[in-house]
Structures are given as C-alpha cells and as structure tokens.
C-alpha cells in the first residue's frame, strides 16, 4: 500500500512541476541558463506559489498531519459556531503553522543542497527552524484549546444523555 501510495505521489509530483525533477548535481557548471529566474508578472508569482504549497503537501508529512488538523480545527470551529472574530484568530493560527512547516521545508532543501557532508552549522539552521515550527504548534494548540474549549464544553454539557 505503501508503495502505491509513494507512486501516486510521485506521479502527482511530475504533474505539478511539469516534468520530472532535476537530477543531483555538484552544481560545478552552473551557468546563467540553468539558474532560477524570477518572476517576471503577479500571474507567474501566484502560479510558482500554489505549485510550492502542493509540493509541500505532497513531499511532507508533518505539513499533511497539519493541514488535517487545522481542516478539524477549522470545522469544529463552524459546528461550535464560534464567533467570527474567534473564527479568525483560528484561521490565523493554523495558517501561521502552516507557513512555518512551508518555510521550515525551504530552509532543509536549501540547507541540503548547500551541503552534503555533515556541518554543525547545517544542523544548527535545521534544528531551529524545526524548533520554530513547535513553538508555532504549541501555541496553536494553547489558542485552540482557549477558543474552542468553552464552546465544546458547553455543547457537551448541553447534550442529552
């Protein structure tokens, strides 16, 4: 299953970049035709974005385990019917843990295309950047319970026996 799971992956991958990814390199003959360029209309900004949060969401577990909690979060916040305001600080917060994993995933690629040989400078950038993705998730969790545990508790209450 598995395995099944890792080609549909894979496949989906392939789709989104459009091709197949590039192959592992020593970049010793990088020149200007193979670098990446940027951006050159908002069209183009948006469409690399979108591609990078499927990306993530496909290459990354923890970003998967994330995104279904904040998406049960999310819900369970519509069932309670928190107020609106409540609703946002929500949203905020498990968009802000979101970002976090994203640019958490950006620091590793970029950290382990730098470097293939063991640095503690490498470590060091990659442990902080896990480190900041915790307290993001540690605080979403203290907001959450704070906004959604009286609700919960009061429906919970409230419910015949």
């Known amino acids: 299953m598995k395995r099944l799971i890792r080609a549909l992956q894979y496949r989906l991958l392939l789709f989104v970049v459009g091709g197949t990814p590039p192959p592992d390199s020593d970049h010793s003959d990088d020149d200007d035709s193979t670098r990446v360029r940027g951006n050159a209309d908002f069209s183009g900004s948006l469409t690399n974005a979108l591609r990078g949060i499927v990306l993530t969401a496909i290459t990354q577990r923890n970003f998967r385990i994330e995104l279904g909690a904040a998406l049960v979060v999310l819900g369970l916040g519509l069932w309670l019917r928190i107020d609106p305001r409540d609703g946002a600080i929500l949203a905020l917060t498990v968009g802000t843990v979101l970002a976090f994993e994203a ?36 605080a979403s969790v203290v907001v959450g319970a704070l906004v959604l545990g009286p609700p919960l508790l009061h429906r919970l209450a409230a419910a015949p026996n």
Do not use: P, Q
């Not at 590793?108 to 040989?117: A, F, I, Q």
């Not at 400078?121 to 480190?131: I, P, Q, R, T």
């Open 103 to 138: 640019k958490n995933t950006s620091v590793e690629l970029s950290v382990d295309l730098s470097t293939r040989e063991f640095n503690w400078y490498a470590k060091h950038a990659k442990d902080s950047s896990s480190g900041a993705v915790l307290i993001a998730a540690i």
